[in-house]
């Protein structure tokens, strides 16, 4: 298990660049699968894959700028369970303050993946059992005062993703994002006509934002490439937002391996501790033998 | 030379059906698997085969066990089968009947693949390779009971094989072995054949086997074959050349047929090579 801590605490004065790649490829850890097949006879074919990977790995960062000056910010990982995030920030000569807390813990317990061919090779099966718990917490603030803010994110588990874009002079801006990926079951079955895919699987995502722009404000939620909110916003626009979602279907082989360390230290008492008002918690269903994860907002702050 | 014009035949025969059976593909599989940073990729074709695979991957290790054989009935059955990363193996296998079995495992270090196979007639060619060692194997065999097992790991390749007719059939085969160790390479060809007119009512008998093996030092590639006088005319044969030998030969021998014997005679011919870093 590899254990990478950060917290980075500067003041700017002129200029300050900032470069974070996390991504499981270039760990030395990685763990997962690649499959795909192609079923076809003399008429017609069907195609079918599908990716996850992960390495075990704790990761923190605990990030503060405040200063005058320009800035700019590249964040990205990736490749853990399917989840991460993306972030891009860039201001121009101004006042900033910025905050930034990522919690980042995931492991492997297991992959079955059960592949059959029958009926003269035309009938391809494929079951994969998979638990790798995963999880991801960031909580970033951002004030600015200046000649100019650009600022986009995007938090992914798996299918679900969130993004937001701000231009702005006048800007502020505060989101908590929680993923996690515990354990799935994924069923395909391809013939040269079809494919069917059922994926079941405990996850659950959580998404709270609060901003004040002046100028640009951009939110979409889009599940399994579908935008399902897409809000733009031109001008002085003050916006609170809260999203969740949550899977409950596959059942766990083994629920021994479940991450303590995230959710008593990163959320509950980490937050907790600094007067937060963001929690969550854990409840397991021993009687439905499942394992979910339940986010409360309890007060959102207004911009 | 006899055997050269058969086996430029054999490779004409396996480019057309690599050919054929390219645009006539039931199902391909294309796989990777990763534990602790280490890659073992899986890469299956198949017709008219019916396939089954059990992946188990933890965070130290990973075991892939698959098996196959053509769907009951059917002809123009084959599969091809692609396995490994700094170690690995290749096999094609155009068969009617024929058995195949593959243990793939890896850790973060290192992987390694077993297979295993039964044919009676048809094709297989085989490549077993690591980083020091390349072996390839091709075997036409008919009428034969033949089975073969090879493995490859990053610490040496092993493999064993041997074949008997099936009984009461016309039978043949040829077997070949490539072999390169160290930039040093080395071909061992083999052929016997049994003729169609039957006189006498004891079956020919014979056998052959085949051996390679290597490790970081040494590698060796064998074939040998056993044959005794019966109802058909057996021809068979084992030439050999090298980068580093003259060119060798064990045969061509013969033994006719025979309406009944007193005691059986039997002739045996082998070759083999060695290689030394």
């Not at chain 1, 660049?17 to 017609?44: A, H, P, R």
């Not at chain 1, 195609?47 to 005058?68: I, P």
Request: charged share 25%.
């Amino acid at each position: 298990m590899g254990t990478i801590g950060l917290r980075i605490v500067s003041k700017l004065d002129i200029c300050f660049l900032l470069m974070l790649f996390l991504t499981s490829c270039i760990t030395e850890g990685k763990i997962g699968y690649d499959i795909g097949v192609t079923v076809s006879n003399s008429t017609s074919q069907s195609q079918w894959g599908r990716s996850q990977s992960t390495a075990v790995l704790t990761f923190h960062s605990d990030t503060v700028f405040n200063g005058d000056g320009n800035t700019s910010k590249y964040l990205n990982i990736v490749g853990f369970a399917g989840i991460g995030l993306k972030e891009n920030t860039y201001t121009k000569e101004g006042r900033l303050r910025y905050e930034d807390l990522i919690e980042l813990t995931s492991q492997e317990n297991y992959i079955f993946i059960d592949k059959t061919v029958t009926n003269n090779s035309e009938f391809y099966r494929c079951e994969i059992n998979e638990s790798l718990p995963t999880f991801l917490y960031n909580e970033n603030k951002i004030y600015y005062r200046g000649a100019g803010i650009r600022a986009r994110n995007r938090y992914y588990n798996n299918e679900d993703a969130l993004y937001t874009k701000y231009y702005s002079n006048r800007f502020s801006k505060t989101v908590r994002y929680a993923g996690t990926y515990t354990n799935g079951l994924i069923t395909a079955e391809v013939t040269p006509a079809r494919v069917d895919e059922e994926v079941l699987k405990n996850s659950a995502t959580a998404f709270v934002l609060s901003s004040s722009s002046d100028q640009y404000s951009g939110f979409a939620f889009v599940s399994d490439s579908v935008p399902i909110i897409e809000e733009i916003y031109l001008g002085s626009f003050d916006i609170n937002q809260i999203i969740t979602k949550e899977y409950e279907g596959a059942k766990e082989v083994d629920l021994t391996g479940w991450l303590e360390c995230c959710f008593s230290e990163g959320l509950e008492g980490g937050l907790s501790n600094k007067n937060e008002t963001f929690m969550a918690h854990r409840a397991t269903h021993a009687d439905e033998n499942r394992n979910i994860l339940i986010l409360h907002e309890s007060d959102t702050t207004s911009s | 030379m006899r055997m050269k014009i058969s086996n430029l035949c054999i490779i004409i025969i396996l480019v057309l059906i690599s050919e054929a059976t390219t645009i006539t593909a039931d199902v391909h599989m294309s796989d990777v698997y990763y534990t602790s940073g280490n890659a073992v990729s899986d890469s299956m074709t198949l017709h008219n085969v019916d396939y089954k695979s059990g992946v188990m991957i933890f965070p130290t290790v990973l075991v892939d066990n698959s098996k196959a054989g053509p769907v009951d009935g059917s002809e123009d059955c084959w599969l091809e089968d692609s396995t490994g990363n700094d170690a690995g193996s290749c096999l094609k296998i155009e068969a009617d009947k024929f058995e195949y079995n593959k243990i793939s495992f890896a850790d973060g270090l290192s992987n390694a693949v077993i297979n295993n196979y039964k044919l009676e007639s048809g094709l297989a060619q085989a490549k077993y390779f690591n980083g020091i060692t390349s072996i390839r194997e091709i075997v036409s065999s008919k009428d034969n009971e033949y089975q073969s097992c090879f493995v490859a790991s990053r610490q040496g390749l092993y493999s064993s094989s041997f074949g008997w007719p099936t009984r009461g059939k016309y039978s043949g085969f040829y077997h070949e072995i490539s072999m390169t160790h160290a930039g040093k390479s080395c071909k061992i060809e083999s052929e016997l054949s049994c003729s169609d007119e039957v006189s006498g009512e004891i079956p020919v008998q014979y056998s052959w086997d085949a051996l390679t093996g290597s490790d970081d030092v040494y590698a060796m590639a064998r074939i040998g074959i056993s044959a005794s006088d019966g109802d058909r005319d057996v021809d068979f044969c084992i030439d050999g050349e090298s980068s580093y030998l003259t060119d060798k030969h064990s045969g061509p021998e013969h033994i006719d047929a025979v309406e009944s014997m007193d005691k059986r005679v039997s002739k045996d011919v082998y070759m083999m090579y060695e290689i030394i870093r």
